[in-house]
């Protein structure tokens, strides 16, 4: 497709479990962003790969979190004994480049994972 | 610490009226201000970008301003439709890196008929 894709839409775990969620950025996007918004807030920075290495991991919320970009491509964001505090949408967005100017850098986001822990 | 604030958090309006929704920051250095459009349950749509040295942009009936000296950003919308119903969520950028967006809360818009 030609947007940013996210699966799965939804996904409801339960507390202690193991998740996974995948990001396809548009084709030919070199940096790819991950985000969390909270319900009524707008999204907070996680992550960003330039490539396949993280730039930038300094919103990452603890050690639970972790995600990969291996090819350069897709992404997987994991988080390990997942708390109900991790409950939130979690947004992907992808850019031409990170660098090089507003146009470059301008961010498409995908529709999101709605992750809910019970 | 760098700030976004948008009001009012939540608007109703009548389809066919104006209205302007507010953002103020305190984002330093400033590099540029975006407008996207977040519609329930799907990610946020970019509606205008603005460097420091443009003070008005317009996409279609979507008309933002940038006042790069009170730090301050609006958004009006014409004659709103139906459709117009979504957040609004106003971003600011210290540099031309992506990974410094620093994201307002966004304002609700519900249009009615």
């Known amino acids: 497709g030609a947007g940013v894709s996210q699966t799965p839409s939804n996904k409801v775990t339960e507390k202690g479990k193991y998740v996974e969620l995948r990001c396809d950025p548009i084709?030919?996007?070199?940096?790819l962003y991950w985000y969390r918004q909270s319900l009524g807030q707008g999204p907070e920075f996680l992550i960003y790969?330039?490539?396949?290495?993280?730039?930038?991991d300094s919103g990452l919320p603890n050690d639970r979190f972790f995600a990969v970009r291996p090819e350069g491509s897709v992404s997987t964001l994991k988080i390990q004994r997942t708390e109900r505090g991790d409950s939130a949408v979690y947004l992907c967005?992808?850019?031409?480049?990170?660098?090089?100017?507003?146009?470059?850098?301008?961010?498409?986001f995908g529709p999101g994972t709605r992750l809910t822990v019970l | 610490k760098n700030q976004v604030e948008q009001s009012p958090q939540s608007l109703i309006i009548l389809e066919g009226k104006n209205c302007t929704l507010q953002?103020?920051?305190?984002?330093?250095?400033?590099?540029?201000l975006r407008w996207y459009k977040q519609d329930t349950g799907r990610g946020p749509v970019s509606l205008t970008i603005?460097?420091?040295?443009?003070n008005t942009k317009s996409n279609g009936r979507y008309t933002a301003t940038l006042d790069a000296d009170t730090k301050q950003s609006s958004l009006h919308i014409t004659a709103s439709q139906l459709s117009d119903s979504a957040s609004y969520i106003c971003?600011?950028?210290?540099?031309?890196?992506?990974?410094?967006?620093?994201f307002g809360g966004g304002t609700r818009l519900m249009v009615k008929p």
């Open positions: 967005a992808s850019s031409l480049s990170s660098t090089g100017g507003v146009l470059y850098n301008e961010q498409f």
């Open positions: 084709s030919g996007h070199t940096a």
């Open positions: 790969f330039q490539g396949t290495g993280a730039a930038d």
């Open positions: 953002c103020n920051y305190t984002v330093s250095p400033f590099s540029n």
């Open positions: 603005m460097t420091f040295s443009e």
């Open positions: 971003v600011v950028s210290p540099n031309n890196a992506g990974n410094m967006l620093t």
